[in-house]
């Protein structure tokens, strides 16, 4: 085989945003992908290109720059993704969650969100569907929604096209060590050279990065979603609960919720697909690689989105599915250079973020990768971040 | 009429021709075509257009159909009201 300029291991969505960002910038690339295409987290998830629930700071800003890119990315990879620019609501349910909403929402839009607050009368104006005793919601415009196994397909097309060479059901064996640079990928039995290699594995990053001694926090956190049958439009937007968002800044509201579904880490995540079904989600929960759906879950997830839209409960579940995502500590991705290594790259850990950050993390990743700078600084998502200063709370300060 | 045009998954209105071009764009798994085309992810589930569509990726392929993994199944497999999933009387 050919030696590309650089090796992607990983076809999820983040995998084939990196190759085509590559590829378009004229680099060789050679995709690598263990069974197919989108096969597991990026098949597995919601479609949301959502804003609101991106904490504040640079994870928001990232975002942001990642929402551009999707605006004109359906043209620009001439295929269609879905895209919609439908907005989002965040969905209060109680009085009790208004300050923390507030706080979250005013620094939301010093970062350049535009983000507002409504009553329960303007949320029930905007949505009929929504239950009398929703206390309120942000709204945010900016948010939209994408199918992501067309945005998987639309950039492993579109990278073909320019060029990058996509193989599916080629698992990656070895990374061969030349003194401080990966010399060869073995995959499929061959040994292929390589300029660079990016690992946009997710979860399974950390058992990649093990035999080389690279300790890496990524673990699975398992969401499970319903998916509805196909029914005429009910709602316009997006939705989340405020009860995730509440609870990371004020766990104290929690206290009232329901045990189980405080267990499982509930938090509602709706949408009305293109096809017209609903998908619903989703639990938070650390099972290991446990891939399957359980009753209590989907039972959880169903009380919580039929008490806030009260008319789902006369639809017809078709399917249930989990994917596992992968989380980090402080939720944000690995991206950059893994330290002690010339040539090799992380994009992985992007939790349940990968899909509205795919296409900023491409295009990061290839500036990175092809010239050593990048246009968004990516020191609080470097790779090293965990890995030192334990006494000082497990945060490597590379920032001065 | 075409053998191109004949729809093969019914919930999702996915043509036969279809489904060859996502065959032949690489979907070589029911799985990949499955995601793809939207074929078999409606309201039966592929209850109907399983088989067929594991008869044409064999064809295509120059494979057999008991050569082929069938897709998964996910529960609850039949149209549940989602009241009756929330434990209660739909």
Redesign the interface.
């Known amino acids: 085989m050919k030696a590309p300029d650089v090796v992607v291991v990983g076809g999820g969505v983040i995998g084939t945003a990196v190759t085509y960002y590559l590829a378009k910038q004229g680099a060789d690339v050679l995709l690598l992908e263990r069974s197919?295409?989108?096969?597991e987290t990026s098949?597995a998830c919601d479609g949301f290109v959502i804003l609101q629930s991106k904490s504040p700071g640079v994870h928001l800003a990232l975002a942001l720059a990642s929402a551009e890119l999707y605006r004109n990315l359906a043209a620009e990879l001439d295929w269609d993704i879905e895209y919609k620019n439908c907005g989002g609501l965040i969905v209060i349910e109680r009085e009790e969650e208004m300050p923390a909403m507030r706080t979250f929402m005013s620094k939301q839009q010093a970062i350049g969100l535009d983000v507002r607050l409504l009553s329960g009368e303007e949320v029930r104006r905007l949505e009929p569907a929504l239950a009398p005793y929703i206390a309120g919601a942000t709204y945010s415009p900016q948010d939209s929604q994408v199918n992501p196994?067309q945005v998987v397909?639309g950039f492993a097309?579109a990278a073909a096209r320019l060029g990058a060479r996509?193989c599916?059901g080629m698992p990656l064996q070895t990374l061969r060590r030349t003194g401080a640079r990966v010399g060869a990928v073995v995959a499929g039995g061959e040994e292929i050279p390589a300029g660079a290699v990016v690992l946009c594995t997710g979860v399974f990053t950390p058992e990649i990065l093990a035999p080389l001694g690279v300790d890496l926090p990524i673990r699975p956190r398992r969401g499970q979603l319903?998916v509805?049958?196909?029914a005429p439009p009910m709602v316009r937007h997006i939705f989340l609960c405020a009860r995730y968002i509440a609870a990371k800044y004020h766990p104290e509201l929690l206290a009232a919720a329901e045990d189980e579904a405080l267990r499982l880490g509930v938090g509602l995540a709706l949408e009305q697909t293109e096809?017209g079904g609903f998908l619903i989600g989703s639990t938070r929960e650390f099972v290991g690689w446990d891939k399957r759906?359980t009753p209590g879950g989907?039972?959880e997830i169903?009380?919580h989105?039929?008490r806030i839209l009260p008319a789902?409960?006369?639809?017809?579940?078709?399917?249930?599915?989990a994917g596992l995502r992968p989380y980090t500590p402080d939720g944000l991705p690995f991206l950059g250079p893994v330290p002690g290594w010339e040539n090799l790259y992380l994009a992985a850990g992007h939790e349940g973020d990968g899909i509205a950050l795919a296409p900023i993390t491409g295009r990061l990743m290839a500036e990175l990768i092809l010239t050593g700078h990048t246009s968004f600084p990516l020191e609080d998502f470097a790779v090293e971040r965990f890995s030192c200063g334990k006494e000082q709370g497990g945060r490597l300060k590379v920032t001065p | 009429m075409n053998d191109d045009d004949v729809i093969i998954c019914r919930c999702e209105e996915i043509t036969k021709g279809e489904i060859r071009r996502a065959i032949q764009a690489g979907a070589t798994t029911f799985k990949a075509i499955k995601k793809f085309t939207r074929a078999g992810m409606g309201l039966c589930q592929g209850r109907t257009c399983r088989r067929l569509i594991l008869q044409i990726l064999a064809q295509e392929t120059g494979q057999t159909p008991g050569q082929l993994l069938p897709g998964s199944y996910r529960p609850p497999t039949r149209p549940v009201p989602l009241a009756a999933l929330k434990g209660e009387k739909p």
């Open positions: 197919e295409l989108g096969g098949s196994l397909l097309q996509v599916q319903v509805t049958e196909p096809s759906t989907i039972r169903v009380r989105a039929t789902l409960a006369q639809l017809n579940a078709i399917r249930t599915f």
